[in-house]
Structures are given as C-alpha cells and as structure tokens.
C-alpha cells in the first residue's frame, strides 16, 4: 500500500492519497466488520480519572499544564507530573471510572478499572558536610579526614583521587573515603561514586586543597532566639551552652579538618563549668553563677596562634527578686522564646514556698524560704534564678485620706491598702494581661490575708463585725492587697444606737502564715455614723398644724444636713437642738395650706440628706380633719419620745428623782402625826407611883400589845430622869 515502517499516521494528516477501500467477507454469521472508531462516533465515551498516592511527603502529584495555572476536568486528566520532595516509598494509584455503562466502554459490565505504581525516590549524593558540597575539601598538613556520603549503607560507595597538584604527595585516598594530606600544600581532585542496587549511578566531584592554618576562632551554640526588639547582653544562667573551634586559612575559608593541641584557660573558675565535648574540638560549658569569665584557647606548638573570649552570665528572668516578703506577688518574665516564636515552660523547686502557674510564669510567696524559678525551652537553654523569701516583718497599711467609714445602707466599699514589702507594693515585676487573669483565677493570693476592724470606743457595746462585712482582695493595677470594708443589714435598734456613738474604727491585718501579732500594725480610721429618723410620718391637721421631725446623728452630720419639703404647702424651720440632750435636731414643720395638703394629688414629703454618709431619708406629711388628730399627734409625740434611748433615760431619772421625793415625804409626814409626847412611860408590870397613867389612850395611838409595849421601854423616857 505505499506505506512503510518509518511512516506514521501522522505522516498523511493534510494529504489526499486518491485511494478507496473495500471491505468482503465470506460468511457474515461469523464476523462483523466495523469502521476503526465507529463505537465512538458522535458519543461522550463517559471516563473520568481519578489520581491518589499514599504518602503526601515524598511525591507531589500535579496536573498537566499546571505551570500556567490551568486545571483540567477529570475527564481529560489522564496524564500527570510527579515531583519529588523527600526520600522514601510511595505508590501513585489511578482510577477509571466509567459513568455510562451502555457504552460498553468495559469488558464485563465493569464500571472501573485502577492500577498502581510503586515509586522509590532516593537520595542526592551529598557528603554529610554540606559545607563541603561540591566546591573543595580545605585540610591542613599532615591532617586526615573520612569521608562521609548520605548512601553509605544503601549502595556501594567508592572514591579515588583524579590529579593532584604539584605532585602526588599532596593528597592520598586508601579507597574507602580516608583522606590522609602530606607535608606540603598542593591541590587535588577527588571524585565519589554511589552505585544504587537498581542500577542507578550517581557521581560527584569536588576539590581537595591543603593549606597551612592561619588563626583559629572559638563560637558558641546554640543559637539563642529572643522576642522582637530585645537583645541578650549576656548568657542566661543556668544555660548549657557548647564551643565550637575552627581553623581558617589566610583568606578565611574554614578548615574541615584539623590536627592541632589546644590549649584551654580561665581567669577565674567560680562562673563556669567547662570540659571537653563530646566531639573534637568542642567545649562544653555550664554557667553557674553570675559574672564575666575570660575564656582563653591557643595551640600548644604555635602560641600565637590563639582566640580570648569574654564569657557573661547574667540572669535572664525579670524582675529582681532581692527583697521578697511573704504576700508577694511576683510576675516573671523572660526574653527568650524557641526558633518558632513560642515561649517555654515555667517550673519552680517548691511549690509550698513560691507557689507559681506553670503557663504564664507568675507566683505568689506564701511561706519563708529558698525557691527556684525555672524556664525550660526544650532543646534550646534552661535558666533559673533563685528567690530568697523573707518573713513579713510587718504589714503597712494605709487608705485614701479623702475617704472615710460609715455605717450607712448600700455605701460604697472602704478599702484599706496593704502591701507587705518595703517599696509601697507588693507586686513584683511587669503582669500581662495573662498573668494578672492567673493572679485572680489561678492563684487567689488574698487567701493569705485576714481583714479584722474594731470600734476604737470600748464604752460602745456593739461589735464592728455586727455593722461591716470584711473581705480580703488583691488589686493588680496598683500592686496592694486590699481589705473591703462594706456594711451589713443593720436593724433599726443598731442604726438609732450608732447614729449618736462617738467613736472611730480600728482597722488591721494578719497573715494567715504568722500566728503571732507581733508587730501589728493597726490604722485608726475616721468613723461617719449614718443619722437616723425615728418616725416614718408626720400627722398634722386644723387644730395642730404645726410638728416636728427630730433627727438623732452626731453633731458633724447635723451640721451637714438639708431638710426640704417636697411642696411648698409645707415650710421647715431652722433646727434647733433639744433641751437637755444632745445628738437629737428638732426641725419645726408648718402647713402653709392645709386644703392644698389634703387635695394634693400626690403625696408630700420632707426630704432629709446629708452629703457627709450620702443619705437621703423621706418623711411621709399626711393631713387629717378629724377630731382624733390631736390623739394621733400626741401618740406621735409619745413615739418620737419613746424613740430616743437619750429621752428615755432622762425621763427614768425624773421619775426616780420624783418617786424618791414623794417617799420622803410621805414617811415625813407619818412621822409627824404618829409622835409620842416626851414623857415617862411605865411598863404595865411595875407601875410606879406618882406616875401619871391615863385610863384611855389617845385617839391617834393605837394600842400597842404586849411585847411592842415592852420594847417601846429601851427608847421612851422621861425629861425628869
């Protein structure tokens, strides 16, 4: 037919050969013949393609025409690229799935079909330095070096020397990777070969040069990572940190290799802990105490040839813990974080003496004694600084001069500061937002304080802890324990008694640790007792039209009071104190419109304030017509005058003084009618003569028996005798 092997079909793609073809068979029952590409005439054949591998790390799978962004359907994806990215084993897996089964796309009315391909990706070869890839291999004279390769173990490795230069001499290889340099500086060339069990070969080449060293330098790991903007002047204490010598050559290119006797000095030996690593040439250092250490390093057959380093230790947890007493809050901090930007983990020795929250890093001293703090980013460095904690030799306490107590109902809270340390707070350190969360949730520092409060009056029977409620508390903005101070639910019988008491409170605090009060400090705070009223309502009417409303307070809060009515059918006079008392403000009230007062349509008050215990107190002025108003008015009276303890009193004294007047008076004036006339009287056995013996008695003595007559004869007598 014209066409030979070398020709394809695409061979004829815009050319018309002239040909036809003609197609018989001989018997049809056997065979059908049917056009190349007739099944698919005019038809969607229905493929999709699914791809998937098991191991994401190795391989990437990645559609064609993925470099210009374009994502073709998964009807026309049957083609992809694999990248590499990893060594190891994985499998990439295919699946055909068929969406229209009467295609007969399928042997068998299957409607997919998979396979899968396992793939291997090796390894580069590389020598384990990557500083030595591939430029050259720097070694000094009479030095040697084994070489390393990433396949040792996985395929066989061999290595020979290509050309030295000047001579032979300059570089020799055993044939198993032992590089030995001569006595004489030169250059070579070395090539590595890897053969791969599947047949693979890989092959690199690099330089070899020998070279005298020119000076030495010593560089400490690991690489230490802070937060933005902060710098570490010195080494944490407590770091584990390794130095690491090396060998340069006159142009500062590092030696991979070395042959040199080192020799190591300190200037003082308190700070470090220092000794050889566990690799040639290594240090490894402990740094124990605060200080600056000279490190000195030099070769025992070339003095000169030497490096001095100044080794700083300092602490890298804040703040200063030098003066911490029992109560203080502490929150620390450090400028280290890993490579991630992530910081460590708190740890502290005793948790009983330095009680601290492992995730933000902040503490709170609860008894005397040595703790020590520690920050462990793992991998990286550890420190620790020691906290010394004091007994609290005394509790200062203090409270806004502007502030003062009272006893008045739903007042604001008091708040008396304590700090427990010397400088005025009891907050060590800058807190983030973090820790002071931690301080109050976490930590609670104020169950270490008790609050107490006493009136300073012992004459005044009534306990502080019956009129406020005392709570402890720590505030993070300013640093101090606080103690509350609120008041409690007062009846009306404690109210009247407090709101005449002169007297202040005594304020102080303990620590829950010390069972002595030795050194107790206590703060005499200004005490402002809340003014009382003594009658919900005032009665007035036609014929009284004229009251009063006594207010019972010490003479401070009198002097501060404002008493207004609520409607101008009401006028209050100037106060005036009661007679004979003091503590009582009696403020005359008068009705202007007596009509205007009962047709009011809301109703009137006498309002009583003081801007000194923030009261603010309401008398209820109701007018009555009937006759029994005065009645009212007076059991008003008699109620404002049994409210007042001060009235009652002064009227118990009158009514004794009174009743004891009457008594003497009464018992004089039996006296003076039962008298007996000053004369003889004989006894009834022995009369005497010439005595003078009445028949009758007279009319205001009665008859005295027997045994009274003969007593009456030790105490009658007569002015004759």
């Not at 100037?574 to 007679?579: D, F, G, T, Y």
Request: glycine share 6%; charged share 15%.
């Amino acid at each position: 037919m014209g066409v030979t092997s070398t020709q394809t079909p695409f061979s004829f793609s815009n050319a018309d050969p002239g040909l036809t073809f003609h197609w018989s068979m001989s018997k049809r029952d056997v065979l059908d013949l049917v056009p190349r590409g007739s099944e698919i005439r005019n038809a969607d054949p229905g493929l999709t393609f699914h791809w998937s591998m098991s191991k994401r790390d190795v391989l990437d799978l990645v559609p064609r025409h993925s470099e210009v962004f374009l994502q073709l359907p998964v009807e026309k994806n049957f083609a992809m690229v694999a990248h590499t990215k990893a060594a190891g084993r994985t499998s990439i897996k295919v699946a055909v799935r068929c969406t229209n089964s009467s295609t007969g796309q399928f042997e068998g009315d299957s409607l997919e079909l998979s396979d899968e391909v396992q793939i291997l990706v090796f390894e580069k070869l590389q020598l384990f330095h990557p500083e030595c890839q591939p430029e050259q291999i720097l070694m000094p004279m009479n030095s040697q070096l084994r070489l390393h390769t990433n396949r040792e173990g996985a395929a066989f490795v061999s290595s020979r020397v290509l050309k030295c230069f000047p001579n032979s001499s300059v570089i020799e290889e055993d044939g198993e990777g032992l590089l030995k340099a001569g006595s004489i500086a030169g250059t070579a060339v070395l090539e590595v070969t890897s053969i791969e069990p599947f047949g693979v070969n890989q092959t690199t080449i690099t330089g070899v040069q020998v070279a005298p060293v020119t000076y030495l330098r010593m560089s400490s790991q690991p690489k230490l990572y802070t937060a933005q903007g902060r710098t570490l002047s010195a080494f944490p204490l407590g770091m584990s940190l390794t130095f690491v010598v090396q060998f340069y050559n006159s142009v500062g290119e590092k030696f991979h290799t070395h042959n040199t006797q080192l020799h190591l000095a300190l200037n003082r030996d308190d700070l470090l802990l220092i000794g050889p690593g566990n690799r040639n040439y290594t240090y490894m250092a402990q740094a124990v105490n605060r200080g600056v250490t000279l490190v000195g390093l030099w070769d025992r057959r070339h003095p000169g040839m030497a490096d001095y380093i100044p080794v700083a230790v300092e602490h890298a947890i804040e703040p200063d813990t030098g003066l911490t007493f029992v109560g203080d809050v502490i929150c620390f901090s450090t400028h280290l974080l890993n490579q991630d930007g992530e910081p460590g983990v708190w740890m502290v020795s005793t948790d009983s003496i330095l009680q601290t929250d492992v995730v933000t890093g902040v503490g709170v001293a609860r008894s005397p004694g040595i703790a020590t703090v520690f920050h462990d980013i793992p991998g990286v460095v550890k420190t620790y600084r020691e906290v010394v904690v004091n007994a609290s030799s005394r509790l200062t306490l203090s409270y806004d001069l502007r502030t003062y107590l009272t006893n008045t109902p739903n007042s604001t809270a008091f708040k008396l500061f304590i700090t427990t340390g010397r400088n005025g707070v009891s907050l060590k350190g800058s807190c983030t937002p973090s820790q002071a969360k931690a301080i109050t949730a976490v930590l609670l520092p104020e169950t270490l304080v008790l609050c107490h409060v006493q009136f300073s009056n012992t004459l005044l029977d009534i306990p502080a802890s019956k009129v406020f409620y005392v709570r402890a508390d720590f505030n993070v903005e300013k640093g101090v324990y606080v103690c509350l101070i609120r008041v409690r639910l007062q009846p009306e019988e404690l109210l009247q008694a407090l709101s005449t008491a002169d007297t202040s409170v005594y304020g102080w605090a303990t620590l829950v640790s010390e069972r002595t009060r030795n050194g107790m400090q206590r703060i005499l705070i200004p005490f402002v007792p809340a003014f009382y009223i003594n009658q919900s309502e005032l009665v007035l009417s036609h014929k009284q039209d004229l009251g009063e409303i006594r207010v019972l307070g010490v003479d401070r809060v009198l002097e501060k009071l404002e008493v207004v009515p609520s409607s101008p059918v009401l006028v209050v006079s100037s106060h005036r104190h009661a007679p004979l008392t003091s503590g009582i403000a009696v403020y005359p009230v008068r009705v202007v419109n007596f009509t205007s007062l009962r047709q009011s349509a809301s109703p009137v008050f006498i309002n009583v304030s003081c801007v000194l215990t923030g009261q603010s107190e309401a008398v209820l002025v109701r007018g009555v017509r009937d006759p029994g108003a005065d009645q009212c008015e007076d059991s008003g009276v008699l109620q404002k005058f049994v409210g007042s303890y001060q009235i009652l009193l002064y009227t118990l004294f009158a009514a004794l003084a009174s009743t004891a007047f009457l008594f003497l008076a009464y018992n004089a004036f039996l006296n003076a009618l039962q008298t007996v006339p000053v004369v003889y009287v004989p006894t009834l056995g022995t009369p005497q003569p010439g005595a003078y013996a009445p028949a009758t008695l007279p009319p205001f003595v009665s008859p005295q028996p027997p045994a009274v007559q003969s007593r009456l004869q030790h105490w009658l007598w007569s002015i004759r005798h």
